[in-house]
């Protein structure tokens, strides 16, 4: 690599460094604070055990809280928080709308539809149809998505409103699905999950969804390059040499997989690929090459923070974590939006 | 001939755009594309740089139908300017020039010797290389039109093509770019309003109405009192320049 260096984009290299230690100590406050609080020597210590590094002593209930619940749990909001940033930078970029991303544009109400109708109806059984089902609703969304803002040439409000028109319908199917066929506990299961709830995820949660996204991440940065070139829309992409129809379909897949495997694990999220993005071009470019690996990391710093205050503002009660999210990515939602509107 | 179209016929949803359009450019000429709104001019190109396939009729690049080159093998060769090229990502005029090295660069590579000699070039043609660093949202129209022809010269094209380059641009910018154009000694095709501009800069010329070719030449040969009449319903006397060039004061 012997791109010249530009006027405030040297900080590649600066900010994965910072972003990936940010990320182990995030993921290390995330496992010591808790109802039972332990210490980070402690952490250190157990994660030393597990690996063959270490034989310190430690109490078997303080370590099966780290190993078990605390680690997998942190691990699987930092996929999250990496696979959904990398989702709002992709769909930004090809869509050329600096407001998409998968909770704006109704991906993850389909995808929560689709999970919904797995779980309720219950077409199919397990974690694979469980995600599989939410892909279909995910893909389903695209396509209504899609069909509603000729294909996302209508112009950023018409794609924006498209969305909103997605997950209002889907949302109220699932809601429909929901009421009419779901008993009350289910109901209020369902409520809580479609917020978006870490609680409850484990190391097959993490398994599966490690796989996806370094899968999901390598295919995205595969098409880097062509990511790049849609810079000036579609017609100059393939005035470039891109096949944009191929690249846009593997793309949108990539990410309807990506969001219906985070959906069907942890319920929609929004506003983690809308906001974290937005940062990382600001501080390192436009450039894919760097901005999605940059993005992986930084979205997941996001979400496992995230977590933390979710699970800290309430004792004895952990928020919705969409809450959280929502409460920091509306305002920057707001400005984006407000900056947009007004003419160059 | 390095590019050739034979009866090209384009519809979209029932609507005829273009009908039994050929066109030929010799070597390192310039064809100025005229027509009024609508005749389908941008059309064409579009057909041309194979962004949309024809119904009927093709395109060839040294006899070798378009139809079947990869995508990627044509951008190496022929590049093309759009009318509007609008983003609001915030890039420099240097990530713009090298986005015309898309074509040349394999998946996952940073960028070689040969994409930066390409670019610094570019820019140099362009007049842009002090402007490297600039932002695009920072630059004028003229600026804009200079970046996006710098990019296509990344590009390493054979033949050009631009689609009204000179729209929204002061008069002194539109004959600063025409000139560029002109030096650069490709083969061109631009698709053009300004009919004394088309006169002064084009080797050849051919006329749209209505997706139909209604004539083709040499500027004398076109521009003449009835065609202009005929397509663009105005009323003219000629003047010739002191270069022997025609020019056209409008009634």
Known sequence: ?344 | MSIAATNLGWSVRRRTILDDVSVTVAPGTILGLLGPNGSGKSSLLRLLAGLRRPDRGRVTLDGQDIAGMRRRDLARRVALVQQHAATEMNVTVQDVVMLGRTPHRAPLSGCSAADLAAVDTALAQTGMTDRRDQGWQSLSGGERQRVQIARALAQNPRELFLDEPTNHLDIQHQLELLRLIARLGLTSIVALHNLNHAAMFCDRLLVLEGGRVVAEGTPDQVLTADLLADVFRVRCDFHRTSDGRRHILFR
């Open chain 1, 1 to 344: 690599m012997t791109t010249r260096a530009m006027p405030g984009r040297g900080g590649f290299a600066a900010l994965l460094a910072i972003s990936a230690m940010a990320l182990t100590l995030a993921v290390a406050l995330a496992v010591s604070i808790g109802e039972m609080r332990i210490p980070l020597s402690t952490v250190a210590l157990s994660m030393g055990n597990h690996l063959g590094w270490t034989e310190a002593p430690i109490s078997r209930i303080q370590d099966s809280v780290i190993w078990d619940l605390r680690l997998s749990r942190a691990l699987v909001a930092a996929l999250c928080g990496a696979g959904l940033a990398i989702c709002g930078a992709i769909l930004q970029s090809l869509l050329r709308n600096t407001l998409a991303e998968p909770y704006v544009l109704g991906v993850s109400a389909g995808a929560s539809t689709g999970a919904v109708a797995v779980i309720i109806l219950g077409v199919g059984a397990g974690a694979v149809s469980l995600s599989a089902g939410a892909f279909a609703g995910a893909l389903a969304a695209f396509a209504f998505v899609a069909l509603l803002s000729d294909g996302g040439r209508g112009g950023p409000d018409r794609t924006i409103l498209a969305g909103v028109a997605a997950a209002q319908l889907f949302n109220a199917l699932t809601a429909y699905v929901v009421t009419t066929s779901g008993n009350a506990q289910q109901a209020r299961d369902v409520m809580f999950w479609l917020l978006g709830s870490f609680g409850g995820v484990r190391w097959p949660e993490f398994q599966l969804l490690a796989v996806v996204i370094v899968i999901g991440l390598a295919v995205c940065i595969w098409y880097a390059h062509a990511l790049d070139a849609f810079t000036f829309g579609d017609d100059a992409a393939a005035s470039m040499g891109i096949p944009v129809a191929r690249v846009r379909i593997v793309l949108f897949v990539t990410t309807a997989l990506i969001t219906a495997t985070i959906v069907s694990m942890v319920g929609s999220i929004g506003f983690v690929g809308l906001v974290v993005p937005h940062a990382v071009r600001f501080l390192i470019g436009p450039g894919h090459m760097r901005l999605l690996p940059a993005c992986a990391v930084v979205g997941a710093v996001f979400m496992v923070l995230a977590d933390i205050v979710s699970r800290s503002v309430m004792t004895q009660q952990t928020l919705p974590i969409g809450i959280v999210t929502a409460l920091v990515g509306v305002p920057c939602f707001s400005l984006i939006l407000y900056r947009a509107r007004r003419p160059a």
